[in-house]
């Protein structure tokens, strides 16, 4: 009689590795050097060891960091007074069918027009692929979504709406595109990574930290497909 943990064959290994989804991490790298909202000194993360094993301590390291650097998720209370906290948005609103829309052709911002060609339908999750996921710099003159579109995506009811960008709009006074897509409840994930993703439907997967009480969190972002 034989006793144990079932092992499984080599053979069945492939076919369970094979059957498993392409795994796209979106994330960007939290690092003292990354790029951060118009390159402000301020805004730079920062990792101090605080002890280590010279000291005959374990090795141990301290991170401070703004709570919208890299990817993160904002909540309302970031653009609207009194508006709710990062704990407010269940996992279920993070998780689940997504879409990679390819406007990488967008030069200066995208607009109700660009976005009507793509037949947005009520509850998507939608992820903009623009330029800026080709660079590792801060662009000061990065591609955001126009206060029209943004009003055109509140109106058709989607879930989320995600950009490549650290913010989802610039250069327009009392922060509209935020604000409507808010008021809208519309989730707003910044500072993804699309370079490697090609346009087409996924599964996402955002975990952000879980915090309370607070404007946005920092999150890891991945997404699920062929």
Same mark, same amino acid.
């Given at each position: 009689?034989?006793?144990?943990?079932?092992?499984?064959?080599?053979?069945?290994?492939?076919?369970?590795?094979?059957?498993?989804?392409?795994?796209?991490?979106?994330?960007?790298?939290?690092?003292?050097?990354?790029?951060?909202?118009?390159?402000?000194?301020?805004?730079?993360?920062?990792?101090?060891?605080?002890?280590?094993?010279?000291?005959?301590?374990?090795?141990?390291?301290?991170?401070?960091?703004?709570?919208?650097?890299?990817?993160?998720? #904002? &909540?309302?209370?970031?653009?609207? +007074?009194?508006? !709710?906290?990062?704990?407010?948005?269940? *996992?279920? %609103?993070?998780?689940?069918?997504?879409?990679?829309?390819?406007?990488?052709?967008?030069?200066?911002?995208?607009?109700?027009?660009?976005?009507?060609?793509?037949?947005?339908?009520?509850?998507?999750?939608?992820?903009?692929?623009?330029?800026?996921?080709?660079?590792?710099?801060?662009?000061?003159?990065?591609?955001?979504?126009?206060?029209?579109?943004?009003?055109?995506?509140?109106?058709?009811?989607?879930?989320?709406?995600?950009? #490549? &960008?650290?913010?989802?709009?610039? +250069?327009?006074? !009392?922060?509209?595109?935020?604000?409507? *897509?808010? %008021?809208?409840?519309?989730?707003?994930?910044?500072?993804?990574?699309?370079?490697?993703?090609?346009?087409?439907?996924?599964?996402?997967?955002?975990?952000?930290?879980?915090?309370?009480?607070?404007?946005?969190?920092?999150?890891?972002?991945?997404?699920?497909?062929?």
């Amino acid at each position: 009689m034989s006793f144990g943990c079932p092992t499984r064959t080599n053979k069945r290994l492939e076919v369970e590795l094979e059957l498993m989804p392409k795994i796209y991490d979106i994330s960007m790298t939290i690092e003292e050097g990354m790029q951060v909202w118009k390159n402000y000194e301020a805004k730079k993360p920062r990792i101090e060891n605080v002890q280590n094993h010279d000291q005959g301590k374990p090795h141990e390291s301290l991170l401070t960091m703004n709570v919208h650097t890299g990817t993160h998720v #904002d &909540a309302p209370l970031h653009m609207l +007074a009194g508006g !709710e906290t990062i704990e407010t948005i269940s *996992l279920e %609103r993070l998780v689940g069918p997504a879409r990679v829309l390819d406007l990488t052709h967008a030069k200066e911002c995208i607009t109700k027009e660009d976005l009507e060609l793509f037949a947005i339908q009520k509850g998507e999750r939608i992820l903009l692929k623009t330029s800026s996921s080709y660079s590792e710099e801060f662009l000061l003159d990065f591609v955001f979504l126009r206060e029209d579109g943004a009003r055109y995506l509140a109106d058709i009811g989607v879930g989320l709406v995600a950009t #490549d &960008a650290l913010g989802i709009e610039r +250069a327009q006074a !009392e922060y509209p595109t935020h604000r409507t *897509l808010m %008021r809208g409840d519309v989730i707003i994930v910044e500072g993804l990574r699309l370079k490697d993703v090609p346009a087409g439907n996924y599964t996402l997967v955002i975990a952000p930290l879980k915090m309370t009480g607070i404007d946005a969190a920092p999150a890891r972002a991945l997404l699920l497909g062929d």
